[in-house]
T-cell receptor
Framework: GAGVSQSPRYKVTKRGQDVALRCDPI?????LYWYRQALGQGPEFLTY????????KSGLPNDRFSAERPEGSISTLTIQRTEQRDSAMYRC??????????????FGEGSWLTVV | GQNIDQPTEMTATEGAIVQINCTYQ??????LFWYQQHAGEAPTFLSY??LDGLEEKGRFSSFLSRSKGYSYLLLKELQMKDSASYLC??????????WGAGTKLIIKP
């Protein structure tokens, strides 16, 4: 697509429910990133993929968080048994590749998650 | 640990010049990025520096000194639409981006 597309844009869920956030990166982009961003803060790294391989998941807060990118394109970030502290903006980003350090990361509009 | 420092907030006047500083301590260095983020929107790319010196792009310029772990973003001829947060990010030895908290720039008429 023309840009990084995320859905849903807004999600309100009850505590204890599972939620899945979707990211469709820019066509042809090898690398895909998931970030979480609090108001007035920079993006906080969660995980990233090159093609379908999850290269680094060190930023995932705990084992309730998982991500996949099975065909090397669309990715899903899943949060199981949501808690109120999971409420945040979740941003996806993509880039052509990571090997070339000059590659720009392009961000999606984000998914606002509210856990009530 | 890895750290990116930038001022929390700055105020400037329309038509003036403002310099936003960023200092960093990271495990390795593979480039420094500046992003602009308007309230409620996604960050958008402004500039990239990997070698020491000044990169100029219209009203915006970015400077890097790797030996000092220092960069600045210079905005000239400020316009009201430049009111936004400006994020500094450094790519470390693992090619991971380490992000600063951002500098909120307020432009006054």
């Amino acid at each position: 697509g023309a840009g990084v597309s995320q859905s849903p844009r807004y999600k309100v869920t009850k505590r204890g429910q599972d939620v899945a956030l979707r990211c469709d990166p820019i066509s042809g982009h090898v690398s895909l990133y998931w970030y979480r961003q609090a108001l007035g803060q920079g993006p906080e790294f969660l995980t990233y993929f090159n093609y379908e391989a999850q290269q680094d998941k060190s930023g995932l807060p705990n084992d309730r968080f998982s991500a996949e990118r099975p065909e090397g394109s669309i990715s899903t970030l899943t949060i199981q048994r949501t808690e109120q502290r999971d409420s945040a903006m979740y941003r996806c980003a993509s880039s052509l590749a990571t090997a070339d350090s000059g590659n720009t990361i392009y961000f999606g509009e984000g998914s606002w998650l509210t856990v009530v | 640990g890895q750290n990116i420092d930038q001022p929390t907030e700055m105020t400037a006047t329309e038509g003036a010049i403002v310099q936003i500083n960023c200092t960093y301590q990271t495990s390795g260095f593979n480039g420094l990025f500046w992003y602009q983020q308007h309230a409620g929107e996604a960050p958008t790319f402004l500039s990239y520096n990997v070698l020491d010196g000044l990169e100029e792009k219209g009203r915006f310029s970015s400077f890097l000194s790797r030996s000092k772990g220092y960069s600045y973003l210079l905005l000239k001829e400020l316009q009201m639409k430049d009111s936004a947060s400006y994020l500094c990010a450094v790519r470390d030895s693992n090619y991971q981006l380490i992000w600063g908290a951002g500098t909120k720039l307020i432009i006054k008429p």
